[in-house]
T-cell receptor, first 111, second 116 residues
Framework: GQQVMQIPQYQHVQEGEDFTTYCNSS?????IQWYKQRPGGHPVFLIQ?????EVKKQKRLTFQFGEAKKNSSLHITATQTTDVGTYFC???????????FGKGTKLSVIP | DADVTQTPRNRITKTGKRIMLECSQT?????MYWYRQDPGLGLRLIYY???????NKGEISDGYSVSRQAQAKFSLSLESAIPNQTALYFC???????????????FGEGSRLTVL
């Protein structure tokens, strides 16, 4: 079945440093989504990428979808304490209706 | 009020007991999902339903069953709970936009289940 790998599993950064999490799929994806889960909370949708090579920005967050549509990344510039949480990527295989989640990257920000 | 409501929010039960987790939504979405979250394992799909007459198994359906009682209600049952079903369970809904296989998921607050 489809597998979505996400690295790193944990990341500790000093406030103000940048942060990147990477997502790789074993198969070509039709789309990829990113979610954020705050401690004790539920996952909240951030963005969906559909096109090969697509880049989208949301304030300090930059999302990329690889040319082959098998990998993606989320980059946060100048982290803040409000960025703390676990970031999940989730991909849909071509022709599939199931969203497969990566295991997530847990971000800690040291003030 | 939350758009996706799960009950109960917390439940402690014993091995062998039957447990039902309920989910209701006011978003008017056709698609509903049950996910399980375990530390370090992310979210894994148990079952999903695209409408009242459509039920599909996800990647970890063994030991679980579901019922779609109405467009707004989707319940998850554990017929005979076992300790390794201890987890955080999330219900989610989605709408579908033209040209998409999957849409944005809207999650409930979660139901934490402990099986002793």
């Amino acid at each position: 079945g489809q597998q979505v790998m996400q690295i790193p599993q944990y990341q500790h950064v000093q406030e103000g440093e940048d942060f990147t999490t990477y997502c790789n799929s074993s198969t070509t994806l039709s789309n990829i989504q990113w979610y954020k889960q705050r401690p004790g909370g539920h996952p909240v949708f951030l963005i969906q990428l559909v096109k090969s090579g697509e880049v989208k920005k949301q304030k300090r967050l930059t999302f990329q979808f690889g040319e082959a549509k098998k990998n993606s990344s989320l980059h946060i510039t100048a982290t803040q304490t409000t960025d703390v949480g676990t970031y999940f990527c989730a991909g849909t295989g071509a022709g599939s209706y199931q969203l497969t989640f990566g295991k997530g990257t847990k971000l800690s920000v040291i003030p | 009020d939350a758009d996706v409501t799960q009950t109960p929010r917390n439940r402690i039960t014993k091995t062998g007991k039957r447990i039902m987790l309920e989910c209701s939504q006011t978003k008017g979405h056709d698609r509903m999902y049950w996910y399980r979250q375990d530390p370090g394992l992310g979210l894994r799909l148990i079952y999903y339903s695209f409408d009242v007459k459509d039920i599909n198994k996800g990647e970890i359906s063994d030991g679980y069953s579901v019922s779609r009682q109405a467009q707004a209600k989707f319940s998850l049952s554990l017929e005979s709970a076992i300790p390794n079903q201890t987890a955080l369970y999330f219900c989610a809904t989605s709408d579908l936009r033209r040209g998409e296989n999957t849409g944005e998921l809207f999650f409930g607050e979660g139901s934490r289940l402990t099986v002793l």
